[in-house]
């Protein structure tokens, strides 16, 4: 059964820190890994998609690795901004069997001014 | 198109009775998911369509939750004799077929009282 794991949980940093979050999945029988932001109160919004035979996506600020055999990415946010004060979601969705994605608990960051 | 479209936003309803929820996939999307959240969680697997038929069905939908989508279009679901635990964040997702990113709305908030 996949299980998707978020650390840390919450995460209080200063404006300009670069930072990373993590996404561990216990089966590496994965089709793509998706991470994903959500607002207070909001849906999600799509940052990034990861294809299983991709080692890294960037867009912008935003960097996302996935090491599929160790089973974990990471999101690195560079330079972050109290505007990027959010829930940060990752999501598996795996190769056979089924076609949902598994989400962690999130990450939720706050960034000082 | 503006996005992943559901409706209504915010729903109150009493103990016991039915709700319907609409959702709206980007055009042209073919897979359509709905999700449930709850304070503090991660979205958790209700549903998958792949144009209308309903290929996936989480244990989490007891007989009282129902999800159609005719003619592959939008979708619906139905809550049949809300209880107070159905309380949650409804969320509706969709994606081209393949490899690709998926899309949230911004969701339906059911308070039961």
């Known amino acids: 059964k996949q299980e998707v794991t978020q650390i840390p949980a919450a995460l209080s940093v200063p404006e300009g820190e670069n930072l990373v979050l993590n996404c561990s999945f216990t089966d590496s029988a994965i089709y793509n890994l998706q991470w994903f932001r959500q607002d207070p109160g909001k849906g999600l919004t799509s940052l990034l998609l990861i294809q299983s035979s991709q080692r890294e996506q960037t867009s912008g600020r935003l960097n996302a690795s996935l090491d599929k055999s160790s089973g974990r990415s990471t999101l690195y946010i560079a330079a972050s901004q109290p505007g990027d004060s959010a829930t940060y979601l990752c999501?598996?969705?795996?190769?056979?069997?089924?076609?949902?994605?598994?989400f962690g608990t999130g990450t939720r960051l706050k960034v000082l001014a | 198109d503006t996005g992943v479209s559901q409706d209504p936003r915010h729903k109150i309803t009493k103990r016991g009775q039915n709700v319907t929820f609409r959702c709206d996939p980007i055009s042209e999307h073919n897979r359509l998911y709905w999700y449930r959240q709850t304070l503090g969680q991660g979205p958790e697997f209700l549903t998958y369509f792949q144009n209308e038929a309903q290929l996936e069905k989480s244990r989490l939908l007891s007989d009282r939750f129902s999800a159609e989508r005719p003619k592959g279009s939008f979708s619906t679901l139905e809550i049949q004799r809300t209880e107070q635990g159905d309380s949650a964040m409804y969320l509706c997702a969709s994606r081209l077929g393949g490899n690709t990113e998926a899309f949230f709305g911004q969701g339906t908030r059911l308070t039961v009282v």
């Open positions: 999501a598996v969705n795996k190769m056979r069997g089924t076609y949902k994605y598994i």
